[in-house]
Every structure is written in structure tokens, then in C-alpha cells.
């Protein structure tokens, strides 16, 4: 038997094979007409752009042998005074941070006194 669930009593009923593999009485339509085209127009092929030059020279080549010589300092320190300000102020928003969690933790398991 085949059972399909009834929106008006709210629980199953049975039915037939047809009403169960097409629930609320949807039907499969099929359709007549053609499906419309997607895409009207043709589409351009990669060579009908023209080229451009938007960044102008390649930098790419030169950082990376910035990048990679070694001498001693982290990559993340490589660039100077700016990549030292974001790492410091990094590190201490971080270790203020943990501070104000440890305090957070310590007033929240401390009961109050009445």
C-alpha cells in the first residue's frame, strides 16, 4: 500500500502509486513548446576583447626576490616600520585580550557577597 501525507487531517493516508511518487497533487507536465533560448545573442570569443595594460609593469619578479633573500628578518617584518607598528599592535591587542578574558573568568566564578 501506498500512503502520502494529507494537509488538511495532517498525518498519512493511503492512495495510490500515482499519488504517492507525485505528492500534493503535482504532475508531471510535459511541455509542448521549446524552452527560450539563454542567451539571445552569440557569446564573444576571448580573442574579440582587446588587450590592456592595467597595471603596468609587473612587480610580481621583484617582491619575490624581496621576499626571498635571506637576511635574518621574518617575513612578516620584512617591509620596515609599518609591518613592525601592525605586528606590535597586533601582539598587544592580543595579550590585552587574554587579560580581560582571565578577569572576565575570575569575576564570573566569583560569587557575590550579600
Not at 38 to 63: C, H, M, Q, W
Request: with cysteine; hydrophobic share 35%; proline share 8%.
Amino acid at each position: 500500500m501506498y500512503y502520502k501525507f494529507s494537509g488538511f487531517t495532517q498525518k498519512l493516508t493511503g492512495t495510490w502509486a500515482s499519488d504517492a511518487y507525485s505528492p500534493q497533487g503535482l504532475r508531471p507536465v510535459v511541455s509542448t513548446e521549446a524552452p527560450p533560448i539563454i542567451f539571445a545573442r552569440p557569446t564573444k570569443l576571448s580573442s574579440d576583447f582587446a588587450v590592456y595594460d592595467y597595471a603596468g609593469k609587473n612587480k610580481v619578479p621583484e617582491l619575490q626576490k624581496f621576499f626571498q633573500k635571506s637576511d635574518g628578518v621574518p617575513i612578516h617584518l620584512k617591509r620596515g616600520l609599518p609591518d613592525q607598528m601592525l605586528y606590535r599592535t597586533t601582539m598587544a591587542l592580543t595579550l590585552g585580550g587574554n587579560i580581560y578574558c582571565l578577569i572576565a573568568l575570575y569575576t564570573a566564578s566569583r560569587p557575590r557577597n550579600k
